[in-house]
């Protein structure tokens, strides 16, 4: 009986040192493998980062500006990466790559007598084109002319500064846009004849894979500025009363079924791609958001009207609560606080009832200002 206790005990040392020595011999295989790829994979790691050095030094500010931004693009693209700080990131290292690249061109541009001619004729444009739709927008609030309301009128064109900074933004980039396909188009052309680049310095690397960048990053920050425009509402300006085709056409259809009035749909109209949707949907809010940034800018521009344009007292003679702005001798342009409206004030022109003009006709005002 002691002899079969014991054999189990034995039996179990055996199979444990045969296993230890299995798991040694694995052990020692395993560091053999490791220390013969060891040194191979240090050297090839050791090139590659030396390579990737050389390349990151060999290339320009712009240029990593773009590599930086197209490697995002592409984790972005593989990981479905959806975070609005990556976005603003990405296209900050591609606007950051454009501007390196614009800005030393436009001051050798500025430094010549002929392209600061052409720069300031741009300015001159755009300038005309702002005033003009200040006055615009001073003379639809109050009715008359802007030029009786110079104050007046250099507010409202302060207040459309944002929206011509972006719409000569988009242009620039449009322009460049352009450019860069015009020079892409020659570069292409005249490759085959030995002409890497047209006006790169010597050492300039990665000519055509950087235009294209160029072009495609130019397109994507014109497209995300535009968007963000619309999104804020700086368009307002540019946008006609007439909405784009797909939202009137969902308008009206919205209208329709709210009537009572509406058809059967069309198949094409069941068929709408979500590309379509995700559209349509872009443009209502962006002329939501046009619609109340103008609305914004409208009773700013009324309340600058009345508490600094329009004076409390003059020698004209005009209700109790009004404030008045003398046109001429004998009009005046009379403004009331209402809430019928939504800029919150009434504007209509009246004669100038004075005391060597007709002020003894006037029974029910009350002559301010003497």
Not at 195 to 214: C, D, F, P
Request: charged share 20%.
């Amino acid at each position: 009986m002691r002899a079969r206790r014991e054999v189990k005990p034995v039996v179990f040392r055996n199979i444990t040192i045969i296993i230890d020595d299995e798991m040694m011999q694995v052990t020692n295989e395993i560091r053999s493998v490791y220390e013969k790829i060891k040194k191979p994979a240090r050297r090839l790691f050791q090139k590659r980062r030396i390579g990737f050095l050389r390349f990151w030094l060999s290339i320009t500010f712009a240029q990593r500006c773009y590599f930086l931004a197209t490697s995002m693009l592409v984790l972005q693209l593989f990981l479905t990466i959806e975070s609005s700080l990556f976005e603003a990131i990405m296209f900050g290292f591609a606007l950051a790559g454009i501007i390196s690249e614009v800005w030393p061109k436009f001051m050798t541009l500025w430094n010549s007598l002929p392209g600061k001619a052409v720069i300031l004729f741009i300015y001159a444009i755009i300038a005309n084109f702002a005033l003009a739709s200040a006055s615009g927008l001073v003379n639809s609030i109050t009715g008359i002319s802007a030029s009786a309301l110079p104050y007046s009128h250099n507010f409202a064109l302060i207040l459309m500064v944002p929206s011509w900074f972006f719409v000569t933004t988009l242009m620039a980039l449009v322009g460049g846009m352009l450019l860069i396909f015009a020079y892409l188009f020659f570069l292409l052309l005249l490759k085959p004849f030995g002409v890497q680049r047209l006006w790169h310095q010597q050492g300039y690397r990665y000519v055509l894979s950087t235009a294209i960048a160029r072009f495609v990053w130019t397109l994507g920050v014109s497209l995300q500025l535009g968007v963000l425009a619309g999104q804020v509402g700086l368009l307002s300006e540019f946008s006609s009363d007439s909405a784009n085709p797909l939202i009137t056409i969902e308008e009206a259809e919205t209208v329709n079924l709210n009537e009572g009035e509406a058809q059967q749909p069309n198949k094409e109209t069941e068929e709408v791609s979500e590309l379509e949707k995700d559209l349509t949907t872009l443009l209502t809010n962006a002329k939501q958001k046009s619609i109340s940034y103008k609305a914004t800018q409208r009773q700013a521009l009324a309340s600058f009207i009345y508490e600094y344009e329009a004076d409390s007292r003059s020698r004209c003679a005009h209700p109790a609560g009004t404030r008045v702005i003398e046109l001429n001798d004998y009009e005046i342009l009379q403004i009331e606080k209402t809430s019928d409206n939504d800029e919150g004030f009434v504007y209509s022109v009246e004669p100038c009832r004075s005391a060597a003009i007709g002020l003894s006709n006037t029974s029910s005002v009350v002559p301010n200002g003497y």
